[in-house]
C-alpha cells in the first residue's frame, strides 16, 4: 500500500476521505438523493467520467458507479440517488468517513480536449455554429452533465432537468438557460422532457438519465437531424472493461459501457427499453 497525497493507494482504488454527504431531496418512494464530496489528490475528471465507490466498511464485494458532477482541485463532487443497497450505504455515509474510489474512468463528452488537467481551456469547445447546445438530464441523469456545464459559458447552453416531483441538484445553473419539467407538474413543465423538447434549436443535443428518455431523444434528434451524445448507466462490476458485466448492443456491435462509454453517439445504440 502506498500514499497518494492524503489518499491511500491500494491496487486500482485510493482510499479516501468524506468530507460531507448533504441531503439534497427525499420523498417515500422515491428514496434519498445526496451530495456527497470526497477529498481527492488523484488525477483530474474530465465531464463525463465516473468513479468506482465503495465504503471501506461495505460488506459488498463490488463498487457502483457515479459520474462526476463537479470538481475542484483536492475535492470532487458526486450526486447520489439511493436505489438499492448499494447506493443506500452511499447516501447514508456520514463525512469523516473512509471511502474507496477507483478512476476517473470512462470517455468524455465530444468536443472537449481530452487533455487530463486542462479544465481551464473553455476553448476546446467547437462553437463554430451560433446555435447553442442543449443539455438534458433525466433525475440523478443530470449528474454528468452540471459538470460538463462548468466547462461552457453560460450564453452557449441550455439546461434540461427532468424530474418525478421535486427537483434537485440545480444550483449552480443559471435560471435563464434552465428548463424544468416534473411528471407530477409540481414545479415547471407538467410531462417529461421528450413531450416538448425540439432539438431544431440547438447544434447538438447531449443527454443523460433513464434508458427509455434517451431512446425518445434519439428519435427526436435523429428526425431533426441534430448530432445527439448520450451517457449511459449500465449496470456495472468491474468498472475497468474486463468482466463484460457492462455490455451493450450498438451498431457496430458490442461495446462495454464502462471501457468504451459510457458516452457513445446516440445513433449507434441500440436500445433494449
Ligand atoms: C457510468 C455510470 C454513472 C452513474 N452515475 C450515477 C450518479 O451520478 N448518481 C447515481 O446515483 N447513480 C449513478 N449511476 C447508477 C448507479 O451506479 C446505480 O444506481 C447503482 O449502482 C445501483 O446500485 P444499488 O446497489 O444501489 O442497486 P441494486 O441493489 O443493484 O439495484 C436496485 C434497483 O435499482 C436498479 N438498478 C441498479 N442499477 C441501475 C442502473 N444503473 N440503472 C437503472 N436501474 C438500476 C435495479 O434493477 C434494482 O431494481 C451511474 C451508473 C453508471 C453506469
Ligand atoms: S463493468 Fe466489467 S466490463 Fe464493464
Redesign the pocket.
Same mark, same amino acid.
Given at each position: 500500500m502506498s500514499e497518494t497525497r492524503g489518499c491511500t493507494h491500494d491496487r486500482a482504488f485510493l482510499t479516501c476521505t468524506i468530507v460531507a454527504n448533504a441531503p439534497l431531496f427525499s420523498k417515500p418512494g422515491e428514496g434519498l438523493?445526496t451530495e456527497m464530496a470526497v477529498g481527492w489528490e488523484g488525477p483530474s475528471p474530465q465531464p463525463g467520467q465516473?468513479f468506482m465507490l465503495r465504503l471501506v466498511r461495505s460488506g459488498?464485494l463490488l463498487a457502483?458507479?457515479? =459520474?462526476v =458532477?463537479g470538481y475542484t482541485k483536492g475535492l470532487v463532487n458526486? @450526486?447520489?440517488? *439511493?436505489?438499492?443497497? +448499494? =447506493?443506500?450505504e452511499l447516501v447514508q455515509a456520514r463525512p469523516g468517513e473512509p471511502i474507496e474510489l477507483a478512476g476517473p474512468l +470512462?470517455n468524455t463528452w465530444p468536443g472537449l480536449l481530452a487533455q487530463k488537467g486542462n479544465r481551464e481551456d473553455r476553448s476546446s469547445i467547437n462553437l463554430d455554429n451560433q446555435k447553442p447546445l442543449a443539455l438534458l438530464g433525466g433525475g440523478?441523469g443530470i449528474?454528468?452533465l452540471i459538470y460538463l456545464s462548468n466547462y461552457l459559458e453560460p450564453d452557449t447552453f441550455h439546461f434540461y432537468g427532468g424530474f418525478r416531483s421535486s427537483p434537485y441538484g440545480l444550483e449552480s445553473i443559471p435560471k435563464e438557460v434552465l428548463t424544468i419539467a416534473t411528471e407530477d407538474g409540481s414545479a415547471g413543465y407538467h410531462g417529461r422532457i421528450p413531450d416538448f423538447f425540439n432539438p431544431e434549436r440547438y447544434r447538438a443535443v447531449y443527454a443523460c438519465g433513464?434508458a427509455p428518455m434517451l431512446k425518445r431523444i434519439t428519435e427526436l434528434c435523429s428526425q431533426a437531424g441534430v448530432p445527439c451524445t448520450i451517457? @449511459? *448507466?449500465?449496470?456495472?462490476a468491474c468498472g475497468v472493461g474486463a468482466c463484460l458485466g457492462?455490455t451493450i448492443r450498438t451498431t457496430r456491435g458490442n461495446r462495454r459501457?464502462?471501457a468504451d +462509454?459510457?458516452i457513445f453517439p446516440a445513433e449507434e445504440v441500440l436500445f433494449d427499453v
Amino acid at each position: 500500500m502506498s500514499e497518494t497525497r492524503g489518499c491511500t493507494h491500494d491496487r486500482a482504488f485510493l482510499t479516501c476521505t468524506i468530507v460531507a454527504n448533504a441531503p439534497l431531496f427525499s420523498k417515500p418512494g422515491e428514496g434519498l438523493v445526496t451530495e456527497m464530496a470526497v477529498g481527492w489528490e488523484g488525477p483530474s475528471p474530465q465531464p463525463g467520467q465516473f468513479f468506482m465507490l465503495r465504503l471501506v466498511r461495505s460488506g459488498f464485494l463490488l463498487a457502483r458507479p457515479i =459520474s462526476v =458532477s463537479g470538481y475542484t482541485k483536492g475535492l470532487v463532487n458526486f @450526486l447520489i440517488a *439511493e436505489r438499492g443497497k +448499494g =447506493s443506500r450505504e452511499l447516501v447514508q455515509a456520514r463525512p469523516g468517513e473512509p471511502i474507496e474510489l477507483a478512476g476517473p474512468l +470512462g470517455n468524455t463528452w465530444p468536443g472537449l480536449l481530452a487533455q487530463k488537467g486542462n479544465r481551464e481551456d473553455r476553448s476546446s469547445i467547437n462553437l463554430d455554429n451560433q446555435k447553442p447546445l442543449a443539455l438534458l438530464g433525466g433525475g440523478i441523469g443530470i449528474a454528468p452533465l452540471i459538470y460538463l456545464s462548468n466547462y461552457l459559458e453560460p450564453d452557449t447552453f441550455h439546461f434540461y432537468g427532468g424530474f418525478r416531483s421535486s427537483p434537485y441538484g440545480l444550483e449552480s445553473i443559471p435560471k435563464e438557460v434552465l428548463t424544468i419539467a416534473t411528471e407530477d407538474g409540481s414545479a415547471g413543465y407538467h410531462g417529461r422532457i421528450p413531450d416538448f423538447f425540439n432539438p431544431e434549436r440547438y447544434r447538438a443535443v447531449y443527454a443523460c438519465g433513464p434508458a427509455p428518455m434517451l431512446k425518445r431523444i434519439t428519435e427526436l434528434c435523429s428526425q431533426a437531424g441534430v448530432p445527439c451524445t448520450i451517457s @449511459l *448507466e449500465e449496470r456495472m462490476a468491474c468498472g475497468v472493461g474486463a468482466c463484460l458485466g457492462c455490455t451493450i448492443r450498438t451498431t457496430r456491435g458490442n461495446r462495454r459501457c464502462c471501457a468504451d +462509454g459510457p458516452i457513445f453517439p446516440a445513433e449507434e445504440v441500440l436500445f433494449d427499453v
